[in-house]
């Protein structure tokens, strides 16, 4: 039994590390928006007036918010793949 846990927890790891690098990704691809967005002049930009800027502002801000969601999504995956393996493994040492 207790190799079991250990392979799936093991397995659970390796998830977690992908979707660990996945968002990494992201963060990369949102780091470099931001800094497109600070290289954007304060003085007169040329983004189709406050309409335009406005998008680009939307935009960003949507990305950012996607990207913080998925954050919030990794930890409760940890969270509740860390209380079924600690619950398993309580039963097994009680027996």
């Known amino acids: 039994m207790r190799d079991l846990l250990t392979e799936i927890v093991v397995h659970l790891a ?3 590390r992908q ?3 996945i968002l990494d990704a992201e963060r990369h691809v949102i780091v470099r928006m931001a800094q497109l967005t600070h290289a954007i002049p304060d003085l007169h930009p ?3 007036g406050l309409t335009g800027l406005m998008s680009v502002s939307s935009r960003v801000t949507r ?4 990207y913080l969601g998925s ?3 990794l930890e409760e995956a ?3 793949s860390l209380e079924q393996v600690l619950k398993v493994a309580g039963e097994t040492d009680e027996e």
Not at 63 to 66: D, E, K, L, Q, S
């Open 19 to 21: 979707v660990a690098r």
């Open 63 to 66: 990305n950012v918010i996607a």
């Open 14 to 16: 390796n998830s977690h």
């Open 46 to 48: 040329d983004l189709g």
């Open 71 to 73: 954050v919030a999504d």
């Open 78 to 80: 940890v969270a509740d």
